[in-house]
């Protein structure tokens, strides 16, 4: 069975953030499955009332699921700073305010960790795939850096800008979209989906 086959001829984007669309349908390119958003389609959103990365990106897709008729698929991504209990995790969006000013984000995140030497963080981002009448299939992925200040870099979104991966010069926020996408947290996540769509075929 081919991805078109197991995910039909429209896929839905359970996102109204459109970085993260652009970041998502860039993925989605080889699959030849066109990709439409909840924005788009102007899909309710749910309120996030899971406790992990995961069981948000559930709820997103099977409300956009539900909604449309059509395969969705979800993202829920943060930023985790161990330094900071895990901060801000599941709420990393919520730092950004009702505006979603990530510049304000980014500096409450350098304010709250002050002095401390511990500048480890790490990017996770769960994907869930919902299609009507079929149980949910959740897709994870990580990828590890340090917190940098000042931010750098206008490209890319949220905290990219403060975001060194280990093993880079480049912060998220500096890197060439094909060559984030090549290591990011969702790349990661979307090459267990696409191990997933390959053992079906």
Sequence with gaps: MT????????????SHNPGK???IEALLTPFGIEVVSAGTLELPEPEETGHTFAEN?????ETAAESSGLAALADDSG?????????PGIYSARWAGPDKDFSHAM???NRELGESRDRHAYFVCALALA?????????????DGVLLWPPRGERGFGYDPMFLPDGRSESFGEMDPAEKHAISHRARAFRD???WLRKTE
């Design 3 to 14: 991805a078109r086959a197991l995910l039909g001829e429209r896929l839905v984007i359970a």
């Design 21 to 23: 669309v652009r970041e």
């Design 57 to 61: 990106a559930a709820l997103k897709a």
């Design 79 to 87: 930023l985790v700073v161990p330094a900071l209990d895990g901060a």
């Design 107 to 109: 500096e409450r995140v």
């Design 131 to 143: 299609r009507p009448g079929e149980e949910i299939r959740i897709f994870e992925g990580r990828v």
């Design 193 to 195: 989906l696409d191990s």
